[in-house]
Each structure stands twice: as C-alpha cells, then as structure tokens.
C-alpha cells in the first residue's frame, strides 16, 4: 500500500532554517501538500506542489520535490517561535479522488 | 468567510449516550469530510460527502452515523461509542464535489470526543 514517511522530530534555534522531509513510495501523486496542526488545533494548508515541478517558493516557504528519489521537503527560512507544530505531508491517493495520504507527521520545535 | 466552525470544542460522553458533533461550513465547498485522528498520528478519513451525498465510508464502525443536511452543514452522530473512540474528530471541506484537489482542505479546530 502507499506510506508516506516523516522523522518524528526536528528542533532548531530562532532565525535558524528548518527543513523537514517526506518519503513516500507512490509517485502517482497529482498534487502534493504540507499542512501546519498548532496543539489542539485543526490542519492548516500551508502550501502544495503540482507534481510536474520541482520547486515552489511561497515567502519563507519553499518546497523541493524529487520525483526520481521520492522526496519531498519543506525549508521554513527564519524559523520563529510560531512555527512550533507539527507539519504533516500529504499526497493524493491513487485509490480515491478525495482521499489523502497522509505522512507520519514532523514535531518542530523552535528554541528561543 | 473561509473558515470551517465545529461544535462542540470538548465533549465528554459515557458509553450508553447519544450525542452529535456538528460542522458547518459558508465558502461553497461542495465536499465535506469526517476524520478522526488520535493523539500523535496523522489524520484518519472517516467519510466523504460529495454534493450532500454520501461518497465515501471507510468501513467506519455503525454508532457512527453521519448525516449532510445541506450544503452548509455535516453533522456525525454518535451513540454507543467506546473508551478508544476518544480522539479528535475533524471536520473539512473542499471546492467541488469532483474532486479538484488544487485548493486543499479547509480543516476545522476539531472536537475532542472523551468516551468514559
């Protein structure tokens, strides 16, 4: 079946940048998502790539996709305090229109 | 509006309650979901509606019941539930019922469900 995976945790200093990545092993994908959960919170959509590229800036966002190594990674440039959360991946499935796969989910913590 | 309201935040039940979690959404979004995720694992999908039909159930255990009024509302209907039914439980919506999947889901804050 699909899996999507994370590392569980990242922790970074202040203004320092945060990358967190994302594996999956089906690159049927139209779509691919990041989306932010701030504690007892619903999911946030930060940002998502269409499939055909390789790159997306969006303000302190980018996202880089390697098709050929499946992978995908979110860079936050100058990291703040807020950004403390966990950030989920997220693709489309192959098996239904509506539905998402998920990844594992990436706990970030920025230290003041 | 582009926001996606459940109610209750919190709710806390006992095993032979009947209670109902509500979602209620103004942007024109004609897919709306339920989702449940447990504390430290990504979201789980529950069911999708589609143009106020029901389109998908992933094989969601019957005391929950979900139920699309209108366009505007989804509501999940709980009875009977057990201690590992205490979770979040999400609600989201989506443009189109087709299943354009450009603009992401709205997610709503949730309601954490407490099963005693």
């Known amino acids: 079946g699909e899996d999507v995976e994370q590392s569980l945790f990242l922790s970074v200093r202040e203004g320092d940048s945060s990358v967190i990545n994302c594996t999956y092993t089906?690159?049927?994908?139209?779509?691919l998502y990041w989306y932010k959960q701030e504690p007892g919170a619903g999911l946030q959509l930060l940002t998502y790539?269409?499939?055909?590229?390789d790159m997306k800036q969006d303000q302190r966002l980018t996202v880089l996709l390697n098709k050929k190594d499946k992978h995908l990674s979110l860079r936050i440039a100058d990291t703040q305090t807020g950004d403390s959360a966990i950030y989920f991946c997220?693709?489309?499935?192959?098996?239904?229109?509506?539905?998402?796969?998920f990844g594992t989910g990436t706990r970030l913590k920025v230290l003041a | 509006d582009t926001e996606v309201t459940q109610t209750p935040k919190h709710l806390v039940m006992g095993m032979t309650n009947k209670k109902s979690l509500k979602c209620e959404q103004h942007?024109?979004?004609?897919?709306m979901y339920w989702y449940k995720q447990k504390a430290k694992k990504p979201p789980e999908l529950m069911f999708v509606?589609?143009?106020?039909?029901?389109?998908i159930n992933e094989s969601v255990p019957s005391r929950f019941s979900p139920e699309c009024p209108n366009s505007s509302l989804l509501n999940l209907h709980l009875h009977a539930l057990q201690p590992e039914d205490s979770a979040l439980y999400l609600c989201?919506?989506?443009?189109?019922?087709?299943?354009?999947?450009?603009?992401?889901?709205?997610f709503g804050s949730g309601t954490r469900l407490t099963v005693v």
């Open positions: 942007m024109g979004h004609r897919a």
């Open positions: 989201a919506s989506s443009q189109g019922g087709g299943g354009v999947r450009a603009g992401g889901y709205t």
């Open positions: 997220a693709g489309d499935s192959t098996s239904g229109t509506y539905k998402y796969i």
């Open positions: 790539i269409f499939s055909n590229m």
């Open positions: 089906d690159s049927s994908s139209t779509y």
């Open positions: 509606y589609s143009y106020e039909k029901l389109s």
